[in-house]
């Protein structure tokens, strides 16, 4: 069974810094692009980043580009996001999402429980 | 940027009725699209891909159609656990995966 478990959200200031974790289990970790999206309250979800298996090719959406910061590491099934530089518009539940294909850019047939990441003075 | 679109934003139904909810993308897509359902507090769960393939261990009352700019959504006999919100995905290889804006089933 597919298991996903996104860790590290929490109440920050803007301007600051977070980074998110994503333990996976029940397939082969390396071998699938996996992807970060969020939804903020009452909006429908936003594809924020994703890598490729080996790590080698990044996306990141306009808003966050230059900001996070994805990574992943193989040997341990575990998906990062570092969040710098947070806003305000950032607020939202972050959902690790892994994909079908090995396309950067493809639908979603996994997902997480989600962590909630709150931008807020 | 590929814009989505969704309608009705919110659709009032009762349980055996037949319901149908529209995506529309901003240029053509060809088949790249997904549907999936969210139940309030949950994650979204895969429904429908490449446009019209039923996900595995979803309901046969759940089916989608359509290509290139229009698509569409069809439960065909609503049940207790389909009053939910449903959004589109387009996968377009040239363009950035976006969302709809949902359309949210609820009771009528």
């Known amino acids: 069974e597919v298991q996903l478990l996104e860790t590290g959200g929490g109440l920050v200031q803007p301007g600051g810094s977070l980074r998110l974790s994503c333990a996976a289990s029940g397939f082969t970790f390396s071998t699938n692009v996996m992807s970060w999206v969020r939804q903020a309250p009452g909006k429908g979800p936003e594809w924020v980043s994703g890598?490729?298996?080996?790590?080698?090719?990044?996306y990141f959406a306009d808003s966050v580009k230059g900001r996070f910061t994805i990574s992943r590491d193989n040997s341990k099934n575990i998906l990062y996001l570092q969040m710098n530089s947070l806003r305000r518009e950032d607020t939202a539940i972050y959902y690790c999402?892994?994909?079908?294909?090995?396309?950067?850019?493809?639908?979603?047939?996994?997902w997480g429980q989600g962590a909630l990441v709150t931008v807020s003075s | 940027d590929i814009q989505m679109t969704q309608s009705p934003s919110t659709l009032s139904a009762s349980i055996g009725d037949r319901v149908t909810i529209t995506c529309r993308a901003s240029?053509?897509?060809?088949?790249?699209l997904a549907w999936y359902q969210q139940r309030p507090g949950k994650a979204p769960k895969l429904l429908i891909y490449k446009a019209s393939n039923l996900e595995s261990g979803v309901p046969s009352r759940f089916s989608g159609s359509g290509s290139g700019t229009e698509f569409t959504l069809t439960v065909s006999s609503l049940q207790p656990d389909d009053f939910a919100t449903y959004y589109c995905?387009?996968?377009?290889?040239?363009?950035?995966?976006?969302f709809g804006p949902g359309t949210k089933v609820d009771v009528k």
């Open positions: 890598i490729s298996g080996r790590g080698d090719s990044t």
């Open positions: 995905q387009q996968y377009d290889s040239y363009s950035p995966g976006t």
């Open positions: 999402a892994k994909a079908r294909g090995s396309h950067l850019r493809d639908f979603f047939d996994h």
């Open positions: 240029q053509s897509i060809n088949s790249y």
